[in-house]
């Protein structure tokens, strides 16, 4: 096998490792160090034993990132206040033509349920992810992490049972919620209180994630007044005043992104019930937002300004997939 050989056989890979590390994960730069390390031991293995180089780099990578997410765990119980996924854009086209499979794509890359996968054993995740985001059979992936079937199809089951129990029952319909994300940014950024309230359910959830290293809540705020006061709070800031605004699809789903000087600083993200925002998250942690960035300095988008449709304006060099 030759060299170029070698590296197209692990590029038309590539999608899908990066896609199983990320899922595992939930930071593209451990994602995409776990990929590197897979490419290093693909590149010396044993030409001669590999016979399914998909399968053997599948195998390679969902094992390093086993290893990597109980070496982080430790990381993310000393993290300061909620910890959430760093976001990636998901802009599928093309190579995902199927409407069913790009909702199941979509769906398992959600903020959402990557939360979710947090509180599942690294094993457990490991086998959701194989099965439930890419549809592996039980076989293969008793191979990859080296179980017996029986035993992968026990933790599917038990995994599968913990994440319906917890993920929350969101609307999923795409337009409904860049509605949604449209009228949010209209009614904080027009300091409407009474309109804000409105879009928003009573019980509704905000959870900011900033490491401690920038201004979010670091206890998740709950009920629809001291929510919309909050963003009230929030839109009018001066240094909210200088940010620009655009629509991007993050994780599946419409967000929207504040940049300053070209720089995200903010990602807000909406979930829905019903008709009315159930769930807000709020990213703010300026390592997790490093690989978001837009030309625009200041132009804010609203509503009834025309739509900002950016998610494809820029490249995005990780693939979730």
Known sequence: MTADTLTDLFEENRAVLTGVA?????????????VQEAWLRWSAADREEVREPRAFLVRVTARLAIDR??????????????????????????????????????????????????????????????????GFPYAEIATTLDRSEAAVRQLAGRARRHVDERKPRYDVDPAQR??????????????????????????????????????????????ADKVAR?????????????????????????????????????????????GVIQDIYIIRNPDKLAGLSFPENRAVVLPEQGRSDSTRSRPFPFDPS
């Open 69 to 134: 997410l109980r070496q982080v765990r430790s990381r993310r119980e000393a993290y300061v206040g909620p910890w959430l996924p760093e976001p990636v854009v998901t802009a599928y086209g093309a190579s995902v033509p199927d409407t069913a499979e790009r909702a199941v794509l979509a769906d398992s890359v959600s903020l959402a349920v990557l939360v979710v996968l947090e509180s599942l054993s690294p094993l457990e995740r490991a086998v959701f992810v194989l099965r439930e985001a890419f």
């Open 22 to 34: 990320y899922r595992m994960l939930g930071r593209v730069a451990d994602a995409e160090d776990v």
């Open 230 to 274: 909050f963003l009230f709070a929030v839109a009018h800031d001066q240094r909210a005043q200088d940010m620009a605004a655009r629509i991007v699809e993050l994780n599946g789903g419409p967000a929207l992104v504040l940049s300053l000087d070209g720089k995200a600083d903010t990602v807000f993200q909406v979930e829905a019930i019903g």
């Open 178 to 223: 860049r509605d949604l994300t449209e009228r949010f940014l209209a009614a904080a950024a027009g300091g409407d209180l009474q309109q804000l309230l409105a879009l928003l359910a009573p019980d509704v959830r905000l959870v900011g994630d900033s490491g401690g290293k920038a201004k979010a809540p670091r206890r998740v705020v709950e009920t």
